[in-house]
């Protein structure tokens, strides 16, 4: 398992919090798994046979178990900033002669050769690199002529009821910020991709307590980054603040959390293509998730 390591304030914050959640991350990555699956089922449409896959982020190993079945001839490299992640990872793989690889890097500067990868998979990970284009030039890179990058990230919407709950008690950003669709579509064409289709809509998770949403973000390592954020611990009268706040939220019974799932796909084009402008972009909504946790 290599290490390149990954460098910047943001980064070694969002590295710290997922090292902490590698023990609890499992039993709590329930968006993960429905996202990835939903992900995973966009590849029935495209014709594949990759020798090299990239697993762009890719954790403990699920998805990469998946593209491992999908693609029995094909060598999965599982890549995260997390070394414990992927420590975790190899203790589950599907089986005990793998094709699987580990290598602990950036998004941004994985080390790997120029057009060396036939397929980049990436599942809920982007938003947490501080910089898309240098992510995205990174994938053009090192994917072959005709090579395919499949993502999903979440965008702007993502938790906009904590969001909102948070700024009445006071206007610090508490809450991670994500970018929007179409700021990721463009990003794709200035790295030289050819062919982006996004696709967005609203997953929304139900949650009898405030709680139970804090539960999971916390074991799943995904609370706010932001370098501006309150670093000290919250005391009980600003939770009390926090959870009252929220109660305005609840329907039916239950509080919502929002989650804006944008997923996307493109094609590194043959050489010698003309690039694209952006109203080369297709984006349309797919179809709609639900989800309810206890």
């Known amino acids: 398992m290599t290490d390149f390591g990954a460098h910047g304030p943001e980064i070694h914050a969002v ?50 178990r998946a593209l491992e079945a999908r693609y029995p001839k094909a060598t999965i490299l599982l890549l995260d900033p997390v070394r414990e992640m ?19 890097a950036a998004a941004a500067s994985t080390g790997l050769r120029d057009q060396s990868i036939d397929l980049i998979h990436s599942n809920l990970a982007l938003h947490w ?10 994938c053009r890179r090192v994917l ?7 993502f999903s990230t979440v965008g702007p919407s993502t938790l906009q009821e904590l969001r909102a709950a948070w700024a009445s008690i006071d206007d610090m950003p508490h809450v991670h910020l994500f970018m929007d669709m179409h700021d990721v579509g463009d990003a794709l064409i200035r790295a030289g991709f ?31 980054s932001h370098p501006g954020r309150h670093k ?18 609840r329907r039916d019974g239950l509080l919502p959390a929002t989650y804006e799932i944008v997923t996307g796909h493109a094609w590194v084009p043959e ?3 003309r690039p694209q402008d952006g109203s080369t972009v297709a984006t349309f909504p797919f179809h709609r998730l639900g989800l309810r946790k206890a």
């Not at 975790?88 to 699987?100: D, L, P, V």
Request: proline letters at 3%.
């Open 144 to 150: 072959k002529p005709r090579g395919l990058l499949i």
């Open 15 to 64: 590295r710290r919090r997922h090292a902490r959640a590698v023990e609890t991350y499992d039993a709590h990555a329930f968006l993960q798994r429905e996202v990835a699956a939903r992900l995973l089922a966009r590849l029935d449409l495209m014709q594949l046979a990759p020798a090299l896959v990239l697993d762009l982020g890719a954790g403990t190993g699920d998805a990469a």
């Open 194 to 224: 050819a062919s982006p289709v996004m696709e967005r809509d609203n997953l929304c998770v139900t949650y009898q307590h405030l709680s139970g949403l804090l539960g999971d973000l916390r074991a799943t390592g995904a609370v706010n």
């Open 129 to 138: 690199c501080p910089d898309m284009d240098a992510v995205l030039a990174e």
């Open 86 to 104: 992927l420590a975790k990872a190899r203790t589950r793989r599907r089986r005990w002669f793998s094709r699987s690889r580990y290598l602990c």
């Open 232 to 249: 000290g611990l919250r005391g009980s009268g600003q939770l009390q603040a926090l959870t009252a706040a929220y109660e305005n939220w």
């Open 271 to 273: 050489q010698g293509t």
